[in-house]
């Protein structure tokens, strides 16, 4: 990634590699809409476009990190299954 030095690579993959670091990346790919359209319809929206595509590419930046790391497509699988289970125990909750 360009701007990110060996080290700081190493300690984001050592983070991300516990499971409570896990997590909270997930939270933060969730957060950020990654998975999910910025766009809304209508000119009063584009501000919160806007806003939302600045969310996700800051989402974008952690998902190029995440892959960069060893194990990385792991690291997603396990991130995106985590994810599923938090709206699946939404989901029933309601």
């Known amino acids: 990634m360009t ?8 300690e984001f993959e050592s983070v991300l590699k516990t499971p409570e670091g896990g997590r909270v990346i997930a939270a933060l790919l969730d957060f950020c809409g990654v998975y999910r359209s910025s766009y809304r319809l ?3 929206h584009q501000h919160d476009t806007a806003f939302r595509e600045g969310q996700r590419d800051v989402g974008l930046m952690l ?5 960069d790391c ?6 997603l699988v396990a991130a995106q299954s985590q994810r599923r289970k938090r709206y699946e125990e939404a989901a029933r909750d309601e």
């Open 42 to 44: 209508g000119m009063e």
């Open 3 to 10: 701007g990110t030095t060996q080290k700081e690579q190493e």
């Open 63 to 67: 998902l190029k990190r995440i892959k």
């Open 70 to 75: 060893d194990g990385g497509e792991m690291i």
